[in-house]
């Protein structure tokens, strides 16, 4: 049986103390109601992991990054490592997400070491694809998305695979409202679960969770995570509030 997983996506928001108070309040609501359907993880920025890891302490709620470098250490100005964030509580780390993609360059070739790197140290990683509007529009996005997967992961092992879980994002649906229909995302959810299966093996396909990501709301989120290859979400705007949050955790049956 593969996990049903929501996962927030805190993106560059919110200060330290911001932070902490969003965190303190998940918490709160997820220990007084959890449902315990779903695993839940959060990823604020760098900033707050030191601090975020002591206040989850006890929770069952687990603790992500947004973004690692592939090496352990060393001249790399600016970047942080998986064992670094590992030394602070970390569990998950998001990698390829399409702004890291999009605004910072990062390659195919590139999220492949970042992965190979998270899953050495032990993280569990949330690896991003999806296809722009242009792409979808050309009919494009089946190729884009094979792409992602066989050069971001195909290296992997059948074993390193139960360390990843992946997020298809459709990147028109990110931030803009624009949720992709849920005969949409499942038609792509089944196809990344076949690209799996024709390389590792159908019981690492069938233990792979898929997550969509792109606009998911509590109003939205019923739907689209009732359908067969849905297993859950990768939240951005509405993980910033605690009650929507939870409301989509709570639309995992
Ligand atoms: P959104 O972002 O929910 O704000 O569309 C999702 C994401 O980028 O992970």
Redesign the pocket.
């Given at each position: 049986m593969r996990k049903n997983i929501v996962a927030g996506?805190w993106?560059m928001n919110k200060n330290l103390t911001e932070s902490q108070a969003l965190i303190t309040e998940i918490r709160g609501i997820v220990r007084d109601e959890n449902t315990n359907k779903a695993e839940i993880i959060i990823c604020p920025t760098f900033l707050a992991l030191a601090s975020a890891s002591k206040l989850l302490d006890g929770s069952t709620v687990k603790l992500g990054a947004q973004n690692c470098h592939f090496e352990d250490n060393g001249a790399f100005t600016g970047e942080l490592s998986a064992s670094m964030l590992k030394s602070v509580g970390v569990s998950h780390v998001i990698i390829g997400?399409s702004?890291r993609r999009q605004y910072f360059n990062e390659t195919n070739e590139m999220l492949a070491k970042k992965a190979s790197s998270a899953v050495n140290q032990g993280l569990t990683v949330l690896f991003c694809v999806g296809e722009t509007q242009s792409e979808r529009e050309s009919e494009e996005h089946f190729n884009v998305i094979k792409s992602q997967i066989s050069e971001g992961l195909f290296h992997l092992t059948a074993k390193d695979m139960e360390s990843i879980v992946i997020a298809y994002?459709p990147v028109w649906?990110?931030?803009?409202g624009l949720t992709a229909s849920s005969d949409q995302a499942e038609e792509v959810h089944a196809y990344i679960r076949s690209l799996i299966s024709e390389k590792f093996g159908e019981a690492t396909a069938e233990s792979t969770s898929i997550l969509y990501?792109?606009?998911?709301k509590p109003d939205n989120a019923v739907e689209l995570f009732s359908r067969a290859n849905i297993d859950g979400g990768?939240?951005?705007?509405?993980a910033l509030k605690a009650r929507d949050f939870f409301d989509i955790i709570k639309a995992i049956k």
């Open positions: 996506n993106k997400h702004e994002e649906a990110i931030g803009t990501g792109g606009s998911v990768l939240i951005g705007g509405a």
